[in-house]
């Protein structure tokens, strides 16, 4: 995919002494983060956007970026069960 930033040159020139050389990976880290944050992108479709093989190494790539993940008290108590079930562990 290829998106234009529509910026002028003073603007870049200010980007790149802030933010170094590789807009394209800064502009494309952002996106998929707010995406993530937003919910609009699942742990899985980010893992496949950067080409990381696992959820799991998704997860070590927000937490490297020290973003947090999405997971809520539904999801919590939602685990919670599956461990009952399938554990029998209560906890």
């Keep these: 995919m ?3 930033l529509n910026i002028s040159k003073e603007s870049e020139v200010g980007l790149r ?3 170094g050389s590789d807009i394209n990976e800064i502009v494309t ?3 998929l983060i707010n995406g993530y944050r937003t919910g609009r992108l699942s ?3 980010l893992a496949s956007a950067l080409g990381l093989p696992t959820s799991f190494a998704a997860l070590q790539w927000l937490a490297d970026r020290k973003i947090p993940i999405n ?3 539904d ?3 939602a685990d919670r069960e599956t ?3 399938r554990l029998g562990v209560d906890l």
């Design 75 to 77: 999801e919590l108590e």
């Design 71 to 73: 997971y809520d008290l």
């Design 29 to 31: 880290e952002a996106l």
């Design 17 to 19: 002494e802030a933010l």
């Design 43 to 45: 742990l899985g479709l």
């Design 2 to 4: 290829r998106v234009e």
């Design 83 to 85: 461990i009952r079930n």
